[in-house]
């Protein structure tokens, strides 16, 4: 069979074998142009000529120029009548990708249909119609919108645009069908409908999640500074009514938004439509993070109700695979609370989460989250999966802070300690960070990598005994009694600054250790012939290992 070549191009003709098929077909250097607009055959004699003679036979070859051409047409049509157009490059990417020979045209939507939100227009005109929609000079919506065909016509376009309008106006009818309906019942009554949509089969349904949702919501009130927990709980019980409405059913994509025009329909506090449009952000690296103190409630509720229930069925994500969304939810968490300054122990709310689950009928949840001891797993990280929930934590965090240079050992170091604060968290790496560009920095690490090595190997030699005891009295150089004292200081200044948070003030206490321990590492032998000394000064490098990992777990810091 020979092939048009609108794809590609072979000079030769030649027997090509397909390897999904095993069929033989012949490429030629004939192909054909726009279908319609022209559908003759001709002859190509390389790529430039092949291009040229396919623009003359209305066909655009390049991706790239036809989207330009696009983008130059649409905004020309909008700026001619005095309007302005809604472009985003997925749209445009994809109409580009719909046509050969692209012709803008402008049509006009009948007024009946301008009280539906904008929002709503444009998801239908969008998701459904690929048009491009417009803005008159004050930022409202205009009755007009834009579409790229992929015909020439001899009226102009004028049987296109009305047979466009004609389909838009049928899709139209649709939504404002939904929006008028669902005006007339309000958000609380839908909730009992919540119960019949599963949320996950071993999680049970939307409704349980929202109650969940609420109680976790008002907790978290405690760390948000300005968060009412009256107005937060309302938020958090309204934030999922509108997914059994008639517009979410058909426009799944305005989840949320929707959910805002009800509830002020309705009188509902602003801060709570606010937040019902808000909860589902930040849905990637790109998204808006929300900042409203009952937004930021609810959305972390939400995600953190979504992730611990996940981890306690074990369904985590493997490889490539998260088909629940798990690391978009994790990494929302963290922009949650680092851009907006949040206070919290994450253990302590995973734990308040756990506890939320297992107040419900819910055999598999129970089953998952309960301890050895079949008690509700509230308190330690011994209890449940939350030393691995944390761990993937540090992971996401990792990802996060990759663009702004920040090192993952770094991270590992700190989360190593069992900080779970992000806010301090992040203080402590920037601090640990900048101590180790430093000489001393730098230095120290050596010091602390020698002296941990030293002891794990001659803990190995001698049967696992750990040397854990410092007896002064046995000291026989000064450079052992000066280090001693310089470990109790700075163990000393460590109950003050890192309970704190005052990071650089503990890095600038390690500091003071590296002349002292240079000095011992210079003059001491540590394996003494005399087996009390040898003990004795062991048990000294445990103990340089001992105060530097109250700072951070340097053993996890490369180099």
Same mark, same amino acid.
């Given at each position: 069979?020979?092939?048009?070549?609108?794809?590609?191009?072979?000079?030769?003709?030649?027997?090509?074998?397909?390897?999904?098929?095993?069929?033989?077909?012949?490429?030629? /250097? $004939?192909?054909?142009?726009?279908? @319609?607009?022209?559908?003759?055959?001709?002859?190509?004699?390389?790529?430039?000529?092949?291009?040229? *003679?396919?623009?003359?036979?209305?066909?655009?070859?390049?991706?790239?120029?036809?989207?330009?051409?696009?983008?130059?047409?649409?905004?020309?049509?909008?700026?001619?009548?005095?309007?302005?157009?809604?472009?985003?490059?997925?749209?445009?990417?994809?109409?580009?990708?719909?046509?050969?020979?692209?012709?803008?045209?402008?049509?006009?939507?009948?007024?009946?249909?301008?009280?539906?939100?904008?929002?709503?227009?444009?998801?239908?005109?969008?998701?459904?119609?690929?048009?491009?929609?417009?803005?008159?000079?004050?930022? /409202?919506? =205009?009755?007009?919108?834009?579409?790229?065909?992929?015909?020439?016509?001899?009226?102009?376009?004028?049987?296109?645009?009305?047979?466009?309008?004609?389909?838009?106006?049928?899709?139209?009818?649709?939504?404002?069908? @939904?929006?008028?309906?669902?005006?007339?019942?309000?958000?609380?009554?839908?909730?009992?409908?919540?119960?019949?949509?599963?949320?996950?089969?071993?999680?049970?349904?939307?409704?349980? *999640?929202? %109650?969940?949702?609420?109680?976790?919501?008002?907790?978290?009130?405690?760390?948000?500074?300005?968060?009412?927990?009256?107005?937060?709980?309302?938020?958090?019980?309204?934030?999922?009514?509108?997914?059994?409405?008639?517009?979410?059913?058909?426009?799944?994509?305005?989840?949320?938004?929707?959910?805002?025009?009800? =509830?002020?329909?309705?009188?509902?506090?602003?801060?709570?439509? @606010?937040?019902?449009?808000?909860?589902?952000?930040?849905?990637?690296?790109?998204?808006?993070?929300?900042?409203?103190?009952?937004?930021?409630?609810?959305?972390?509720?939400?995600?953190?109700?979504?992730?611990?229930?996940?981890?306690?069925?074990?369904?985590?994500?493997?490889?490539?695979?998260?088909?629940?969304?798990?690391?978009?939810?994790?990494?929302?968490?963290?922009?949650?609370?680092?851009?907006?300054?949040?206070?919290? $122990?994450?253990?302590?709310?995973?734990?308040?989460?756990?506890?939320?689950?297992?107040?419900?009928?819910?055999?598999?949840?129970?089953?998952?989250?309960?301890?050895?001891?079949?008690?509700?797993?509230?308190?330690?990280?011994?209890?449940?999966?939350?030393?691995?929930?944390?761990?993937? @934590?540090?992971?996401?965090?990792?990802?996060?802070?990759? %663009?702004?240079?920040?090192?993952?050992?770094?991270?590992?170091?700190?989360?190593?300690?069992?900080?779970?604060?992000?806010?301090?968290?992040?203080?402590?790496?920037?601090?640990?960070?900048?101590?180790?560009?430093?000489?001393?920095?730098?230095?120290?690490?050596?010091?602390?990598?020698?002296?941990?090595?030293?002891?794990?190997?001659?803990?190995?030699?001698?049967?696992?005994?750990?040397?854990?005891?410092?007896?002064?009295?046995?000291?026989?150089?000064?450079?052992?009694?000066?280090?001693?004292?310089?470990?109790?200081?700075?163990?000393?200044?460590?109950?003050?600054?890192?309970?704190?948070?005052?990071?650089?003030?503990?890095?600038?206490?390690?500091?003071?250790?590296?002349?002292?321990?240079?000095?011992?590492?210079?003059?001491?032998?540590?394996?003494?012939?005399?087996?009390?000394?040898?003990?004795?000064?062991?048990?000294?490098?445990?103990?340089?290992?001992?105060?530097?990992?109250?700072?951070?777990?340097?053993?996890?810091?490369?180099?």
């Amino acid at each position: 069979e020979t092939l048009p070549l609108d794809y590609d191009l072979i000079h030769t003709s030649e027997a090509v074998t397909n390897p999904s098929t095993e069929t033989t077909i012949e490429a030629t /250097n $004939s192909t054909i142009g726009h279908r @319609f607009l022209s559908p003759e055959s001709f002859t190509v004699k390389d790529f430039a000529d092949y291009k040229a *003679k396919l623009l003359d036979a209305k066909v655009m070859l390049d991706a790239d120029e036809r989207c330009t051409f696009i983008q130059k047409k649409v905004i020309k049509f909008a700026k001619d009548e005095g309007l302005t157009v809604r472009l985003d490059s997925g749209l445009l990417d994809e109409v580009a990708g719909l046509v050969e020979w692209p012709v803008v045209l402008m049509g006009k939507i009948d007024s009946e249909f301008m009280d539906v939100p904008f929002e709503v227009l444009n998801a239908a005109m969008r998701g459904h119609q690929k048009y491009f929609s417009c803005m008159d000079a004050d930022g /409202n919506p =205009a009755a007009h919108f834009i579409f790229v065909s992929n015909m020439e016509a001899d009226d102009g376009g004028a049987a296109i645009i009305a047979g466009n309008e004609r389909v838009l106006r049928a899709r139209l009818s649709d939504t404002k069908f @939904f929006w008028d309906q669902d005006r007339k019942q309000g958000l609380e009554s839908r909730l009992p409908k919540l119960a019949g949509v599963v949320f996950h089969a071993k999680l049970g349904s939307v409704l349980e *999640k929202v %109650e969940r949702m609420t109680a976790l919501a008002g907790a978290l009130c405690a760390h948000i500074p300005g968060a009412d927990v009256e107005t937060v709980e309302r938020a958090a019980k309204l934030c999922k009514a509108d997914l059994v409405t008639g517009m979410v059913g058909e426009l799944p994509e305005l989840q949320g938004l929707m959910g805002q025009y009800y =509830a002020r329909e309705t009188g509902e506090d602003e801060s709570v439509a @606010f937040a019902i449009a808000e909860h589902y952000s930040p849905a990637g690296p790109g998204d808006a993070c929300p900042e409203a103190p009952t937004s930021v409630a609810v959305a972390l509720a939400d995600k953190i109700d979504t992730l611990v229930g996940f981890w306690a069925i074990d369904e985590k994500p493997t490889g490539s695979k998260d088909p629940f969304a798990l690391r978009r939810a994790a990494l929302g968490v963290i922009r949650l609370i680092i851009e907006n300054n949040l206070r919290l $122990s994450l253990s302590k709310v995973f734990a308040e989460t756990v506890a939320e689950y297992m107040t419900q009928d819910n055999a598999s949840v129970q089953a998952g989250m309960a301890a050895d001891d079949d008690t509700v797993a509230t308190a330690g990280l011994d209890a449940w999966h939350m030393p691995s929930l944390l761990a993937f @934590f540090a992971d996401r965090l990792k990802v996060h802070l990759k %663009e702004k240079g920040v090192r993952h050992d770094l991270i590992d170091a700190v989360f190593a300690l069992g900080e779970d604060d992000l806010v301090r968290v992040l203080a402590r790496v920037d601090a640990l960070g900048t101590f180790l560009e430093t000489d001393d920095g730098a230095n120290l690490l050596v010091a602390y990598k020698r002296a941990a090595n030293i002891v794990r190997i001659e803990e190995k030699n001698d049967e696992g005994v750990e040397y854990r005891e410092v007896r002064r009295e046995l000291f026989e150089e000064d450079e052992e009694d000066t280090l001693w004292q310089n470990l109790h200081a700075v163990q000393d200044s460590f109950e003050v600054s890192l309970k704190e948070g005052l990071f650089t003030e503990s890095m600038a206490g390690l500091a003071q250790l590296r002349p002292p321990i240079d000095a011992f590492f210079d003059k001491v032998t540590v394996n003494s012939d005399k087996p009390e000394l040898r003990a004795n000064r062991l048990a000294l490098l445990r103990a340089i290992v001992v105060v530097m990992n109250q700072v951070a777990d340097f053993s996890k810091i490369e180099g």
